[in-house]
């Protein structure tokens, strides 16, 4: 059995190769928030500068996610899906998103929307010169708890990474597409999605955007995946950043 299945795989190809921007949406036990999701990515599509359409992954929720999400695809031609078999986490699921996606774009949001869909426009007009752009959220609606070990973790970050990102957890992304796929993900690494761009000798960028109070549903975070987590992933950072293969082809004769 595979680890995941993807709803009608090959129309999917042929409609994701018609858009020109793909949004992954990470979804586990997210019932309650996804009437409110559905509805504000399909005003996102409708208003978007790039056409759009929003893949949907299913990390193995346990409420009502799977059945809701599959049957607003089946109405929904904008909307796709990948459903994993059991919970893997959040970088599996994006890992899982950037193996499926065949536009020149790749996005990123939180099925929370604390972030806003139509900020991705904002991104987008720093898209000519970049090949990551991420939002940073300036006035957090969170605890203070939360936006305190939030703000320690991207501190540590910064010291390893010095990717000069002031906000690497935001969920509001796009990255080209070419360069996501060459990503080795591991557990934990959707933290260091800017970085592992910069290993690429890629360019990255920084938007203002906006956030809102989480409306529906619980957070998946604790204090260990805020904090303690992300140093744990530091280092397996810098092991990978040491060991990263990056080339060029100068010429090719192999045709």
């Given at each position: 059995m595979p680890p995941f299945y993807f709803h009608n795989k090959t129309?999917?190809?042929k409609n994701f190769m018609q858009a020109d921007f793909t949004i992954i949406i990470p979804v586990y036990n997210e019932a309650e928030s996804l009437p409110r999701l559905f509805q504000k990515m399909q005003e996102y599509i409708n208003t978007a500068h790039k056409s759009s359409i929003v893949l949907l992954?299913?990390?193995g929720s346990k409420d009502e996610s799977l059945a809701m999400i599959r049957e607003h695809c089946a109405n929904n031609p904008a909307f796709k899906y990948l459903s994993f078999?059991?919970?893997?986490?959040?970088?599996?699921?994006?890992?899982?998103?950037?193996?499926?996606?065949?536009?020149?774009?790749?996005?990123?949001?939180?099925?929370?929307?604390?972030t806003d869909p139509r900020d991705f426009n904002l991104l987008f007009e720093q898209a000519?010169?970049?090949?990551?752009?991420?939002?940073a959220r300036r006035q957090r609606k969170d605890s203070f708890t939360k936006r305190l070990s939030s703000k320690l973790a991207n501190k540590i970050r910064r010291f390893f990474t010095h990717d000069g990102m002031d906000d690497t957890g935001?969920?509001?992304?796009?990255?080209?597409t070419e360069y996501a796929k060459r990503?080795?993900?591991?557990?934990?690494?959707?933290?260091?999605?800017?970085?592992m761009i910069l290993l690429q000798e890629g360019r990255v960028q920084q938007v203002t955007v906006r956030h809102y109070p989480r409306m529906?549903?619980?957070?998946?975070?604790?204090?260990?995946?805020?904090?303690?987590?992300?140093?744990?992933?530091?280092?397996a950072y810098l092991w990978m950043r040491k060991k990263y293969i990056n080339y060029k082809i100068s010429e090719d004769g192999s045709k």
């Amino acid at each position: 059995m595979p680890p995941f299945y993807f709803h009608n795989k090959t129309q999917n190809k042929k409609n994701f190769m018609q858009a020109d921007f793909t949004i992954i949406i990470p979804v586990y036990n997210e019932a309650e928030s996804l009437p409110r999701l559905f509805q504000k990515m399909q005003e996102y599509i409708n208003t978007a500068h790039k056409s759009s359409i929003v893949l949907l992954v299913n990390d193995g929720s346990k409420d009502e996610s799977l059945a809701m999400i599959r049957e607003h695809c089946a109405n929904n031609p904008a909307f796709k899906y990948l459903s994993f078999d059991r919970n893997y986490g959040l970088s599996a699921a994006i890992k899982a998103g950037f193996d499926y996606v065949y536009t020149p774009w790749t996005g990123y949001i939180d099925a929370d929307l604390q972030t806003d869909p139509r900020d991705f426009n904002l991104l987008f007009e720093q898209a000519a010169d970049f090949d990551l752009v991420t939002g940073a959220r300036r006035q957090r609606k969170d605890s203070f708890t939360k936006r305190l070990s939030s703000k320690l973790a991207n501190k540590i970050r910064r010291f390893f990474t010095h990717d000069g990102m002031d906000d690497t957890g935001c969920p509001l992304k796009i990255i080209r597409t070419e360069y996501a796929k060459r990503i080795p993900m591991f557990s934990g690494l959707h933290r260091f999605l800017p970085a592992m761009i910069l290993l690429q000798e890629g360019r990255v960028q920084q938007v203002t955007v906006r956030h809102y109070p989480r409306m529906a549903g619980k957070s998946k975070f604790t204090l260990w995946n805020r904090l303690l987590g992300p140093l744990q992933d530091c280092f397996a950072y810098l092991w990978m950043r040491k060991k990263y293969i990056n080339y060029k082809i100068s010429e090719d004769g192999s045709k």
